[in-house]
């Protein structure tokens, strides 16, 4: 599997990159095989349930692994350099000026006892070598750029003096700081209302299309995956199961957890139908196991209506549907 390469530059390319937690016995793998491209200007959406491996690969991506975990194979290519095999220091040097990453929730990303303007310059003067005046002007045209009143104002206030949409701004204005070729928005929106939301959607959508930067956005909510994606893969327990064009996978998914994710979202024309059924919702049923508890075989399958012996034994490899469509299911795939 080659990761369904799309055209255009390649920003970012995972190649069976598998992660572990633990040693010898008691080693478990969390990430396995996982696979996709990125390319310049794009938005690739990983999607799936909690514990489906989402974030982990995030924090692969950024040398950022929790204490235990560790890349036990594969590769992370960005513009052809593989990052795990770098030196902490050179990790460093690209976080921030070629990789940056938005998290799920500003308070606890932010400082606290450091001012706006104090976090934002630090990466400028780091990276670029901007002196004070300058990193101080580029912040100013930082935050007018995300859409915040007042920069000049908000250089000298702390994160509790802000908003919680007011601090997700400032976090995209720090992630952009250093023009990087690759943003990771893990979660962007989940902690905001519903018309914030909307205002960072619209925000990261104009973003993109003002710098053409590659966007790799982890989400379990397949509205923001609507507005935001151009593609979209699918993780189920560590394993990517399904890759394609966003507008494929809304009309057409092929695995059936995938399919199951999709039926699970509400539709506003079968709330208001008028059947006894119209309030019921679709239910996926179980859960994502556990790391420890994920069988040999597919980790769908106690959960699949379609099992079968075979998925039991043996994962499925991932397999072209079309130029753009993959899927990793033996009934799907055959």
């Not at 630090?122 to 915040?148: P, T």
């Not at 070729?181 to 993109?208: G, H, N, R, W, Y």
């Amino acid at each position: 599997m080659d990761g369904l390469s799309p055209e255009g530059a390649t920003v970012l390319a995972l190649r069976g990159l598998t992660v572990s937690f633990g040693k010898g016995a008691d080693r478990v793998t969390a990430l396995q095989n996982v696979s996709f491209d990125l390319r310049r200007g794009e938005t690739l959406a990983l999607v799936g349930e909690s514990g489906s491996g989402k974030s982990l690969t995030a924090l692969s991506i950024m040398g950022l692994l929790p204490p235990g975990a560790s890349v036990a194979a594969g590769q992370v290519l960005l513009g052809g350099d593989d990052l795990v095999h770098k030196t902490r220091d050179e990790l460093v040097h690209m976080r921030g000026r070629r990789i940056a990453m938005v998290f799920q929730e500003p308070m606890t990303s932010l400082n606290p006892v450091l001012t706006i303007g104090r976090q934002l310059t630090e990466g400028l003067q780091f990276h670029l070598a901007y002196d004070r005046a300058g990193a101080e002007a580029r912040v100013v045209e930082l935050l007018g750029l995300v859409g915040l009143t007042t920069p000049r104002l908000r250089l000298r206030q702390y994160p509790h003096q802000l908003s919680g949409g007011m601090r997700q701004r400032v976090m995209i204005a720090m992630a952009l700081a250093c023009e990087p070729d690759l943003i990771i928005a893990d979660e962007p929106t989940t902690a905001l209302d519903v018309s914030i939301q909307a205002q960072i959607i619209d925000l990261m959508l104009d973003i993109k299309a003002r710098l053409g930067t590659a966007a790799l956005l982890i989400t379990h909510d397949l509205g923001v995956v609507a507005e935001m994606a151009d593609r979209i893969a699918v993780l189920y327990a560590g394993h990517v199961v399904e890759v394609a064009e966003a507008g494929a996978l809304f009309d057409a998914p092929r695995h059936p957890y995938t399919e199951g994710l999709l039926a699970a979202v509400p539709r506003l024309d079968a709330l208001v139908a008028d059947t006894p059924a119209r309030a019921r919702l679709a239910e996926l049923p179980g859960s994502v196991p556990a790391i420890a508890e994920r069988p040999s075989g597919c980790p769908f399958t106690p959960r699949c209506p379609l099992a079968t012996r075979h998925c039991a034994e043996a994962m499925p490899p991932m397999k072209r549907l079309t130029s753009s469509h993959a899927v990793a299911c033996w009934e799907r795939a055959a």
